[in-house]
């Protein structure tokens, strides 16, 4: 049996220069697309505060509002913020005012409107860099401890795309299953839980003995993505990472981490999602009445 005849789906063989010929199904594959840019007209709107963040409540997104929310709880009233819904399901992140902001196209994306002229900030690292510099929290001065901080923030950053675009997107929202992508990201997502687990059988956080950036961009997603999102935790056997699962523990009981998990998803139980965020009091109401907002 040749190569090609074993190839899927079966005879395929890449050609000397790929060319978009087909458009899958999935969650994502129909609006997927090889140019960058604006698709549509449509501006973001602004709200009262200096800090303007359009994003949505995925692993990324919640990155930024945990912090935003840390900030506030150590006593920044400057970190006030407006959390607009971006929601990439529906395409929003390809309007013109979005990608004025981010022309990458990817959600979360930062103004702050306290500088002249305003400040654009995208990518979620950036962003959590830019709001722990301008505030003088979660990013050690020391430059032993800040070292190990950014160590661990580009890992995330670097480990991110195995444990969405990989593992998640082909387990939970390819079109059809592949046994060897899935398998191929299954092992690179255990070895990263691995790498975390060891290290942290050793240290309270990630940058050792302070709560960091590091920490709060590790947490959606390993393992709470695998957790949440793409629910693949049996699948990967999350259970067996215990110095792990002590540290997510840990840190999901951090009030500040409990608001700002929530802000721009758009589903789940009552309490557990809220749409926009425009004041402090739209999250006070949310987790008193525990209703849906």
Not at 69 to 79: F, K, M, R, T
Request: hydrophobic share 40%; glycine share 10%.
């Amino acid at each position: 049996m040749s190569n090609s005849q074993q190839n899927q789906p079966a005879g395929y063989v890449p050609p000397k220069v790929w060319s978009q010929k087909n458009t899958y199904g999935g969650a994502f594959g129909s609006m997927n697309s090889p140019v960058s840019g604006a698709r549509f007209d449509h501006a973001l709107p602004i709200g009262k505060h200096p800090l303007q963040l359009y994003s949505q409540g995925t692993p990324n997104g919640q990155k930024v509002t945990i912090l935003l929310e840390e900030l506030l709880a150590a006593g920044h009233a400057d970190a006030e913020y407006d959390a607009w819904l971006i929601d990439i399901f529906k395409g929003d992140q390809f309007g013109s005012g979005f990608t004025a902001i981010n022309p990458n196209s990817k959600i979360p994306a930062l103004v702050d409107r306290s500088t002249d002229p305003v400040t654009n900030v995208f990518e979620s690292g950036s962003i959590l860099v830019y709001l722990a510099e301008k505030f003088g929290e979660f990013l050690p001065a020391e430059p032993r401890a800040r070292t190990q901080t950014f160590n661990w923030l580009m890992w995330q950053m670097g480990t991110a795309p195995f444990v969405g675009g990989g593992l998640g997107h082909f387990y939970a929202y390819a079109p059809f299953k592949i046994e060897y992508a899935i398998d191929r990201y299954a092992m690179e997502v255990k070895r990263q839980l691995h790498v975390l687990d060891t290290h942290l059988a050793h240290h309270e956080f990630l940058a050792g003995d302070q709560y960091t950036i590091a920490d709060m961009a590790v947490w959606p997603w390993q393992p709470g993505s695998l957790y949440g999102v793409y629910n693949t935790h049996e699948f990967v056997g999350v259970e067996e990472y215990q110095h792990l699962l002590r540290w997510y523990r840990a840190i999901a009981a951090r009030p500040a981490v409990a608001r700002g998990r929530v802000v721009n998803r758009t589903s789940g139980g009552p309490g557990e999602f809220l749409r926009e965020r425009h004041d402090a009091a739209d999250l006070d109401a949310l987790f008193r009445s525990g209703d849906v907002a």
